[in-house]
């Protein structure tokens, strides 16, 4: 059986979510929002396998993109993803959390355009009202991690581990 094929089973058994993830998968045609692709989210520096057509990853993915990502971009510009989805071998090779928000597609690594500073992007985060689980600003990185969620908590990590900024 092709992948194709899989896929076609995967529609017919799965409703909604299979629909969505015939839309999303290797074909194309994900909408992904304005300014994002799938593929975006695939990005791995380790040299290991790390797409999916988890039809339950790829509905978190299009949720952290029309949730939060591109709320970011349209008040900040360029957003650039670092690390997006991570299979279970990928999030143990760069030391990620077991429970990291990354395995299911509900978290990325972003770093923002050039002049833009990261800690004024969390605090409107915040002030904003927007809709988030974490945001946490790592000082010893260029990039910050936003996930999907209703917490809304902002960490700051240094040297010394992390400070809760805002617990919700
Ligand atoms: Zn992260």
Redesign the pocket.
């Known amino acids: 059986m092709d992948n194709r094929t899989m896929l076609v089973i995967v529609v017919g058994g799965a409703g909604l979510l299979g629909l969505v993830a015939a839309a999303a998968g290797k074909s194309g045609l994900f909408s992904g929002g304005k300014n994002f692709s799938l593929s975006e989210f695939f990005v791995t520096d380790t040299g290991l396998d790390n797409d999916t057509d988890d039809p339950k990853v790829l509905a978190n993915i299009q949720a952290l993109i029309d949730g939060v990502l591109q709320p970011i971009r349209d008040q900040w510009g360029k957003v650039t993803i670092t690390?997006g989805y991570r299979s279970a071998e990928v999030n143990e090779a760069v030391g990620g959390a077991s429970t990291s928000q990354?395995l299911t597609g509900s978290?990325a690594?972003i770093v923002m355009a050039a002049g833009v500073d990261r800690m004024a992007v969390v605090e409107w985060m915040h002030a904003s009202g927007l809709q988030f689980g974490q945001a946490i600003y790592y000082e010893d990185t260029n990039h910050l991690?936003v996930s999907t969620g209703t917490k809304r908590e902002v960490l700051y990590k240094d040297a010394s581990g992390y400070r809760t900024v805002y617990s919700g």
Do not use: N, V
């Open positions: 690390s990354h978290a690594d991690h």
